[in-house]
C-alpha cells in the first residue's frame, strides 16, 4: 500500500486529472452496457469522480509521515480516511435511486461548444495575464464573451471593455490597492 | 443596568456630532459598495479603511469601522440577491433564496427582507453585546474542544435539510467539501496533505474564490450552455413591500437574530456558521419547508439578520476579553492597539465613552444600512436590466478580479474557475452546491477541535463532558427527526 500511495502522492495535478479522465472514462465504459443507468450517465459519473477523489486521497495518507513520539491520539492521515469512510455509504445511498429507476434523468444538453469556447477563452484570458496584464486580457476577453453570447453592437464592443479598464484601474487599483498583473510587455514598456 | 444607560447616553452623545455621523454613513456606504463586491469582505473593507482612523480621535475611527464592517457585512447580500454572486462567504445562505425569488419577480421582496433582517439582526446583535458582554465572554471561554467539534457536527447537520428531494446528493456534496478541506498543511502535526508538489495549495482552497466559483461561475456557464439568441432578463417590477408584509417573517428575523449572536460569540464560528444553522433551524420551524431553496422569504430572512446578529457576537469576545473570534474582528484588535487601547475588561471601567460610543455607533449604523438599502435598492437592481449579453461578460470579470483580490495571486483565480466547472457540473446534474460550501467552511474547525478534544482529555471528552453530549444529542436529533417524521406520515398513509 505504501507504495501504491507514494506513487499517486508523487504525481503532479495535470497527473492527477489524467488519472481521474481515465476513471470517469472506465466508468463511461462500465454504465454503457446498461441501459438501465444510461439516463443517469452523467450524475452517476459525478458520483464516480468524487469517490475516485476520496479513494485518492485515502490512497495517499499511507504515505503521510507517522509521528515519532506517542501519545499522539490522532495524526494527519485521521480525518480525510474517517471523510473517506463516510462518503462511501453516502455515494451508495445517492447510486440506488438511479439504480432503482427512481431519480430525474440527466438534463438534456445544451451548447456544450459555447461553454467550450468561454471556458477556452478564460483560460486564455488567464494565461495571458502573464504577458499582457490583467487589463488588456480583460479587455479583449470581454469583447470574446460578448461575440459568442451573439453581441454585434460595435459600440458596445468596445464601449465596454474600455470602460470595464477605466473602471477597474481606478476602483481596483487605485482605489482598493488591488495589485493587477501589468503583464512582462507593460511592465517592459513602462520601464 | 442603569451604569450601561448612562453610559449608553453619554455613548449617543458623542454619535450626534456631525463628525461622527458622517463618518458613520461613509463607512457603512463604503461597506455596502465593498460588501457588494465579490471576493472584499467584510475584514478587507475595514482593512482599507483602517489607514483612515490614525488620524482620527480613537473613537471616531471605531465609528468609521464599524461602520464598515456593518455595511459589509449587509453589501454581500445584495449581489447574492441579484447575479447569485455573493459579496462574502455568509452571503452565500442568503444566495439560496434570494436569487431563485429574483429570477421569479420578488426582486423587491427578497432586497426588502434582506434588508430590514439585517437591520433588525444587527440591533439584535447589538442591543446583546451591550448588555451580555461581560458574562458571555466568560461561557464562552469555557467551551472546550469537544463542544466546538459539537457545535461543527451541528452546523453539519444542516445538510440534512438543505438538499431537499435531493438529499441524498447534498450528503455527498457535503463530505466532497470536508474531503477538499482536508488539501494543505494539517493543523496539528503540519504533515503536508494532498498538494501534489504545489506550495500554493499548502495553506489549503481559498474560501472566497471557490464560493464565487461555485455560485456565480457555476451558474453562468449553465446559462451560456442554454442561452439562445436575443435572451433578455424579464423585466423586474422593482417595489418594496409594505412593511406590513414584514410581519410575516418577524419570528424567523428574531429567533435567527438571536441564535446568530450566540453562534457569533464563539470565536472561530463566526456568521457563515450562524446563517448555515439559522437557515436549517427556521427551514424546520416553517409551515412551508418546501419553499426553502426555491425563493422562500423565510430563508432570506433567516441567513441575513443571522449573519448581521453575528457581528455582534463577534465584538464580545474582543471588547470582554481583547480575544478577536473573527478577522474583521482582528484588523478591529489592531486599530484599537494603534491607538494605545487594549481591549478587555478593563476598558469598560477605563473607557466607558469609547466603548459606549462604539455600541451606540452600532446602532447607528445599522439605521444608516436601512438609508443606504432604501435610497440604493432601486439603483442596484438595475444591474438586472443590463442585457445578458453584457451582464454575463461582467459578472465573469468581477468574479475573477475579485478572487484575484482574496490573495493578491493568480492562486486564488484559479481556484475560482476550477471551483467554477465543479458548480457547472453540479448545476447540470442536480448536485446542490451549497453543502460543498458548508463542508469547506466546518471542515477546519471539525477536525482542529476534533483532535484537539482527543490530544486534551481523549475520548471521553466527548461523552463526560454534559455540554459536549446535549449538543452531539441535539445534532443527532436534527438528522433523524426529519426521517422519522417522514416514516410517521408514511405509516399514516397506509394505516388509512
Known amino acids: 500500500m505504501a507504495q501504491i500511495s507514494r506513487f499517486f502522492a508523487g504525481q503532479g495535478l495535470l497527473m492527477q486529472l489524467l488519472f481521474l479522465g481515465i476513471i470517469l472514462a472506465l466508468g463511461w465504459l462500465l454504465i454503457r452496457p446498461f441501459r438501465k443507468l444510461r439516463p443517469y450517465t452523467g450524475q452517476i459519473l459525478v458520483l464516480v469522480a468524487i469517490l475516485w477523489i476520496g479513494l485518492l486521497f485515502y490512497i495517499i495518507t499511507f504515505s503521510f509521515p507517522v509521528p515519532r513520539f506517542s501519545g499522539v491520539a490522532t495524526t494527519g492521515a485521521t480525518v480525510p480516511r474517517f471523510w473517506f469512510y463516510v462518503l462511501i455509504p453516502v455515494t451508495l445511498l445517492a447510486f440506488i435511486p438511479m439504480l432503482k429507476g427512481e431519480e430525474v434523468p440527466d438534463r438534456k444538453r445544451g451548447s456544450l461548444r459555447r461553454v467550450g469556447i468561454v471556458m477556452g477563452a478564460l483560460v486564455l484570458s488567464l494565461f495571458a495575464f502573464r504577458y499582457i496584464g490583467y487589463y488588456l486580457s480583460s479587455a479583449i476577453f470581454l469583447v470574446v464573451i460578448m461575440w459568442v453570447l451573439d453581441s454585434r453592437n460595435k459600440i458596445e464592443l468596445v464601449a465596454v471593455p474600455v470602460c470595464w479598464v477605466i473602471f477597474s484601474y481606478f476602483f481596483f487599483a487605485r482605489l482598493l490597492y488591488v495589485r493587477l498583473p501589468v503583464g512582462m510587455l507593460f511592465a517592459g514598456l513602462l520601464g | ?496
Open chain 2, 1 to 496: 443596568m442603569m451604569d450601561i444607560l448612562v453610559n449608553l447616553g453619554g455613548g449617543f452623545g458623542i454619535m450626534f456630532t456631525p463628525m461622527a455621523i458622517l463618518l458613520c454613513l461613509l463607512g457603512v456606504f463604503a461597506g455596502v459598495t465593498f460588501g457588494a463586491i465579490p471576493g472584499i469582505s467584510p475584514s478587507m473593507a475595514v482593512a482599507l479603511l483602517l489607514p483612515m482612523t490614525f488620524t482620527l480621535q480613537p473613537v471616531l475611527g471605531m465609528v468609521l469601522l464599524l461602520g464598515a464592517y456593518k455595511g459589509a457585512n449587509y453589501g454581500g447580500s445584495v449581489s447574492a440577491v441579484l447575479i447569485n454572486t455573493p459579496g462574502t462567504p455568509s452571503a452565500a445562505v442568503t444566495a439560496f433564496d434570494g436569487y431563485p425569488m429574483t429570477k421569479t419577480g420578488r426582486v423587491g421582496e427578497a432586497m426588502g427582507v434582506s434588508l430590514y433582517a439585517s437591520v433588525i439582526g444587527g440591533i439584535i446583535g447589538t442591543v446583546v453585546l451591550i448588555a451580555f458582554a461581560q458574562p458571555l465572554a466568560r461561557v464562552a471561554l469555557q467551551f472546550w474542544p469537544s463542544e466546538y467539534f459539537a457545535l461543527t457536527i451541528l452546523g453539519l447537520t444542516t445538510v440534512a435539510t438543505m438538499g431537499g428531494k435531493n438529499w441524498q446528493k447534498a450528503l455527498v456534496a457535503v463530505v466532497f467539501g470536508l474531503l477538499l478541506n482536508t488539501i494543505g498543511m494539517d493543523p496539528i502535526a503540519g504533515t503536508r496533505r494532498f498538494t501534489f508538489g504545489d506550495m500554493r495549495l499548502l495553506d489549503g482552497l481559498s474560501l472566497i474564490p471557490a464560493i464565487i466559483g461555485l455560485f456565480a461561475l457555476g451558474e453562468l456557464f449553465y446559462n451560456i450552455e442554454h442561452y439562445a439568441k436575443g435572451e433578455k432578463f424579464d423585466k423586474l417590477a422593482y417595489k418594496l413591500p409594505k412593511l406590513s408584509y414584514y410581519l410575516t417573517v418577524w419570528k424567523n428575523i428574531v429567533r435567527s437574530g438571536v441564535l446568530g449572536t450566540i453562534i457569533g460569540i464563539f470565536p472561530g464560528a463566526g456568521g457563515t456558521i450562524a446563517a448555515f444553522i439559522s437557515y436549517d433551524v427556521e427551514k424546520r420551524f416553517s409551515k412551508h419547508p418546501e419553499e426553502f431553496g426555491k425563493g422562500s422569504a423565510e430563508g432570506v430572512a433567516a441567513a441575513e439578520s443571522s449573519n448581521s446578529a453575528s457581528a455582534g457576537g463577534a465584538l464580545v469576545p474582543l471588547l470582554a476579553l481583547g480575544i478577536p473570534g473573527s478577522a474583521t474582528a482582528a484588523v478591529l484588535l489592531g486599530s484599537l492597539l494603534v491607538h494605545g487601547l487594549n481591549p478587555g475588561p478593563e476598558m469598560f471601567v477605563e473607557e466607558p465613552e469609547l466603548v459606549y460610543g462604539m455600541f451606540a455607533s452600532m446602532f447607528m449604523a445599522n439605521v444608516f444600512i436601512l438609508v443606504v438599502g432604501l435610497l440604493g435598492a432601486n439603483l442596484f437592481v438595475r444591474v438586472t436590466d443590463l442585457k445578458k449579453t453584457l451582464l454575463y461578460p461582467l459578472i465573469f470579470t468581477f468574479a475573477i478580479v475579485g478572487s484575484f483580490a482574496v490573495t493578491s495571486s493568480m492562486y486564488s483565480v484559479v481556484v475560482c474557475v476550477v471551483f467554477g466547472v465543479i458548480g457547472w457540473v453540479f448545476r447540470r446534474y442536480d448536485y446542490p452546491p451549497a453543502p460543498v460550501v458548508l463542508g469547506i467552511v466546518l471542515g477546519s474547525l471539525a477536525e482542529l477541535s476534533f483532535r484537539q478534544a482527543l490530544i486534551i482529555g481523549g475520548i471521553e471528552s466527548f461523552y463526560k463532558r454534559p455540554l459536549t453530549l446535549i449538543m452531539l444529542a441535539v445534532a443527532i436529533a436534527a438528522v433523524a427527526a426529519p426521517i422519522v417524521k417522514k416514516r410517521m406520515q408514511e405509516k399514516k398513509l397506509q394505516d388509512r
